[in-house]
């Protein structure tokens, strides 16, 4: 199946060129294209000079926005299945063969890297893993489906919800939102296990204040996301 990774990329000039040498070593068949969300490093320059497949945000719209316009290309170049990856180092492209095969079998709409499965690899800080299982739990209590690591940005979605998030994607910390937005859409939701890395350079946009805005307003988020879908 015509298979496209969206790497959404903000300042990660220590880390695009290992990532993208990454797919191409394990995926040659898969087309990539890079997302830089108006970058202030050398990370345009860089994919310029070094001839790589990437879309340039003439301003900053955070990931959200920056997984959109990804989608928006999945779309409309006729892709099959379309798969998130990171840009920070911290994916192993080794994993995007299982990723898909729940999709390609018909099994499954989305599939989701998680690294709580096996518990193997870099399982994050002890206070984002605490904040992960309270999100897990919400999803659970509002949406029925157990999904362990739910801020995983390692995900890939068939055709049908390529253009579902072509059309709207949310653009704050959407990943636990997206969960949702599937979910009441009827999406059949799998996780397949996988390892990751810690971020091997640059620096999270989360700190321990974001951290504390980040809690309120993606479980807020979340009990909206499941009414106002359901309205629709």
């Given at each position: 199946?015509?298979?496209?990774?969206?790497?959404?990329?903000?300042?990660?000039?220590?880390?695009?060129?290992?990532?993208?040498?990454?797919?191409?070593?394990?995926?040659?068949?898969?087309?990539?294209?890079?997302?830089?969300?108006?970058?202030?490093?050398?990370?345009?320059?860089?994919?310029?000079?070094?001839?790589?497949?990437?879309?340039?945000?003439?301003?900053?719209?955070?990931?959200?926005?920056?997984?959109?316009?990804g989608?928006?290309?999945?779309?409309?170049?006729?892709?099959?299945?379309?798969?998130?990856?990171?840009?920070?180092?911290?994916?192993?492209?080794?994993?995007?063969?299982?990723?898909?095969?729940?999709?390609?079998?018909?099994?499954?709409?989305?599939?989701?890297?998680?690294?709580?499965?096996?518990?193997?690899?870099?399982?994050?800080?002890g206070?984002?893993?605490?904040?992960?299982?309270?999100?897990?739990?919400?999803?659970?209590?509002?949406?029925?489906?157990?999904?362990?690591?739910?801020?995983?940005?390692?995900?890939?979605?068939?055709?049908?919800?390529?253009?579902?998030?072509?059309?709207?994607?949310?653009?704050d910390?959407p990943e636990?939102e997206?969960?949702?937005?599937?979910?009441?859409?009827?999406?059949?939701?799998?996780?397949?296990?996988?390892?990751?890395?810690?971020?091997?350079?640059?620096?999270?946009?989360?700190?321990?204040?974001?951290?504390?805005?980040?809690?309120?307003?993606?479980?807020?988020?979340?009990?909206?996301?499941?009414?106002?879908?359901?309205?629709?």
């Open positions: 199946m015509k298979t496209l990774v969206i790497i959404p990329a903000y300042n990660e000039q220590e880390n695009i060129l290992n990532t993208i040498d990454d797919i191409n070593r394990h995926c040659p068949e898969m087309d990539y294209i890079v997302i830089n969300d108006c970058s202030k490093d050398d990370t345009e320059k860089i994919l310029r000079e070094n001839r790589k497949n990437y879309l340039s945000l003439p301003c900053n719209l955070g990931i959200g926005g920056g997984v959109q316009t989608y928006r290309y999945a779309c409309e170049n006729g892709y099959d299945i379309a798969i998130q990856f990171d840009g920070d180092g911290q994916h192993e492209a080794r994993y995007l063969h299982d990723l898909v095969a729940p999709l390609e079998a018909g099994a499954a709409d989305i599939a989701i890297g998680s690294r709580f499965i096996r518990k193997e690899g870099f399982q994050s800080t206070l984002r893993r605490l904040g992960i299982g309270f999100l897990s739990g919400m999803i659970k209590l509002l949406c029925g489906i157990r999904v362990t690591d739910v801020t995983s940005g390692m995900r890939a979605v068939n055709r049908r919800f390529i253009e579902e998030y072509a059309r709207s994607y949310a653009q910390y636990p997206a969960i949702i937005a599937a979910s009441v859409r009827g999406a059949k939701i799998v996780e397949v296990p996988v390892q990751m890395r810690e971020r091997q350079g640059g620096k999270s946009s989360i700190n321990p204040v974001r951290s504390v805005y980040y809690m309120i307003k993606v479980s807020l988020a979340l009990i909206l996301a499941k009414f106002s879908s359901k309205e629709r």
